[in-house]
T-cell receptor, first 113, second 114 residues
Framework: ETGVTQTPRHLVMGMTNKKSLKCEQH?????MYWYKQSAKKPLELMFV???????ENNSVPSRFSPECPNSSHLFLHLHTLQPEDSALYLC????????????FGEGSRLTVL | AQKITQTQPGMFVQEKEAVTLDCTYD???????LFWYKQPSSGEMIFLIY??????QNATEGRYSLNFQKARKSANLVISASQLGDSAMYFC???????????FGSGTRLSIRP
């Protein structure tokens, strides 16, 4: 198994749909992250969870709702998204919040119609 | 405020040649770490190499080395004997201490010519 697994790899949704992105890490890490990667923009940190508690929320719109039920799983619930939310969403984990290097998943490519 | 700058949006290099990818940074943190990541077309971000600001020697990992010049605030990635599989986006990143989030540069797209 790879260290960080993301599903689905590709997702197309309408603006009125509700969908979720899933991330699972098998590295025994305590921190998990959601990043957004849009074309021609640097990676943007969205959320950080440490030991299942959210420790950072970078002014992300409420149409993105994270959930971390345990230290191995992280979800990003999506609802009433906008076309500009189309991007690659990357999940990452590290040993602790803001310590050690990040280990990334392969990303979920989201297209909002 | 922290900032990472990668001034080369794209580079073309002949196979087997060495290549240097530029990265400059700015931070007021007393201690910090510098990272390089590779992102192939598949999308996954792959960790390549790490340099701590107080490390005495430049970091090396196989064909990757980091040319760290603290006074100039630069942390260039050097890839020796480039291979076709090195074609990808490369991102420089930094984390300051006390604990702070990792910030990324805008990336350099490296293309290796056969």
């Amino acid at each position: 198994e790879t260290g960080v697994t993301q599903t689905p790899r590709h997702l197309v949704m309408g603006m009125t749909n509700k969908k979720s992105l899933k991330c699972e890490q098998h590295l025994g890490h305590n921190a998990m992250y959601w990043y957004k990667q849009s074309a021609k923009k640097p990676l943007e940190l969205m959320f950080v969870y440490s030991l299942e508690e959210r420790v950072e929320n970078n002014s992300v719109p409420s149409r993105f709702s994270p959930e971390c039920p345990n230290s191995s799983h992280l979800f990003l619930h999506l609802h009433t998204l906008q076309p500009e939310d189309s991007a690659l969403y990357l999940c990452a984990s590290s040993q602790g919040a803001h310590t050690g290097e990040l280990f990334f998943g392969e990303g979920s490519r989201l297209t909002v119609l | 405020a922290q900032k990472i700058t990668q001034t080369q949006p794209g580079m073309f290099v002949q196979e087997k040649e060495a290549v240097t990818l530029d990265c400059t940074y700015d931070t007021s943190d007393p201690s910090y770490g510098l990272f390089w990541y590779k992102q192939p077309s598949s999308g996954e971000m792959i960790f390549l190499i790490y340099q701590g600001s107080y490390d005495q020697q430049n970091a090396t990992e196989g064909r990757y080395s980091l040319n760290f010049q603290k006074a100039r605030k630069s942390a260039n990635l050097v890839i020796s004997a480039s291979q076709l599989g090195d074609s990808a986006m490369y991102f420089c990143a930094m984390r300051g201490y006390p604990a702070s989030k990792i910030i990324f540069g805008s990336g350099t797209r490296l293309s290796i010519r056969p």
